[in-house]
């Protein structure tokens, strides 16, 4: 599993180099894209593509060369593989067979864009790329509202401004967002305010809507009186109600949390 750089070249370690150059084939996620970066530093050994729609056959034909001793590097577009991006099958298959399988560490855009964000480290969240469609996206928002710790997201040019407005109107203005555009690319910029601002920022001119975005969150700051059982009490609410009237839910969520039964109702009916 060998990492490669996210945006500048001079990111890619030795180690990886070395990784690639030895191997008797690289699975790619896409050949075009990495064989420009196998040209520029001379490494020619066989590609094979291998991403999330090639389906089971190329898999079985890189767990064969495995079988019979190969050494098979798996490379995505940039960054980690397997982060967002394809390899989780085949791992996992090698796994299950006994197949060592050995990280090459290197480049990956969530860990680079929470170390510079400002926001607190010590525990995140990574949620990938949010669903397309915007109910669906705004359904998984409100599943990450009461996420304590930061997260972080992945998304793409012609999507992060809705992404934002949809964080707007599930999280409210104020939450604070680190925005990452275009990492370690000659045009990368930074932002850090409020979900408000950023909105701002991204409409002010059009190339802060250009690139690859990660999105790093606060997480949910519970405010004062807010107890921190209050969401798993509400959790337990919208798994009951459907079945049960909303006072009997409260009821039920508030002997298994101890929070008292009137706050989790009054909870409940605002949301």
């Given at each position: 599993m060998v990492a490669t750089p996210i945006g500048n070249l001079a990111?890619?370690?030795e180690r990886g180099r070395e990784a690639l150059a030895a191997a008797?084939?690289?699975?790619?996620?896409d050949t075009r894209h990495s064989g420009k970066l196998l040209a520029h530093f001379g490494i020619k050994q066989p590609l094979i593509s291998y991403h999330d729609h090639s389906g089971g056959r190329t898999r079985e034909k890189l767990l064969q060369m495995l079988r019979d001793g190969a050494s098979v590097a798996l490379i995505s577009d940039a960054g980690t593989p397997?982060?967002?991006d394809p390899g989780y099958a085949l791992v996992k298959a090698a796994r299950e067979e006994g197949i060592e399988v050995l990280p090459i560490p290197g480049p990956s855009a969530l860990i680079a864009a929470l170390s510079v964000s400002g926001l607190p480290t010590d525990r995140f969240a990574f949620a990938g790329f949010l669903p397309a469609a915007q109910s669906?996206?705004?359904?998984r928002i409100e599943e990450l509202r009461d996420e304590a710790a930061t997260?972080?997201?992945?998304?793409?040019?012609?999507?992060?401004?809705?992404?934002?407005?949809?964080?707007?109107a599930v999280l409210g203005e104020e939450r604070r967002i680190f925005i990452a555009r275009e990492m370690t690319k000659q045009f990368e910029s930074h932002f850090l305010g409020s979900l408000d601002q950023a909105a701002s920022w991204l409409r002010a001119d059009?190339?802060?809507?250009?690139?690859?975005?990660?999105?790093?969150?606060?997480g949910h700051q519970a405010k004062p009186g807010e107890?921190?059982?209050?969401?798993e009490a509400l959790r337990i609410v919208t798994l009951l109600k459907d079945d049960l009237p909303l006072k009997k839910s409260a009821a039920i969520a508030a002997k298994i949390t101890g929070l008292r039964k009137?706050?989790?109702y009054r909870a409940a009916v605002q949301k």
């Open positions: 990111d890619f370690s008797d084939c690289i699975a790619a996620e397997t982060i967002s669906a996206r705004r359904k997260w972080i997201l992945y998304e793409s040019s012609h999507r992060v401004l809705d992404c934002v407005d949809d964080l707007i059009a190339n802060h809507l250009k690139g690859e975005f990660v999105l790093v969150l606060a107890d921190e059982r209050l969401p009137n706050d989790i």
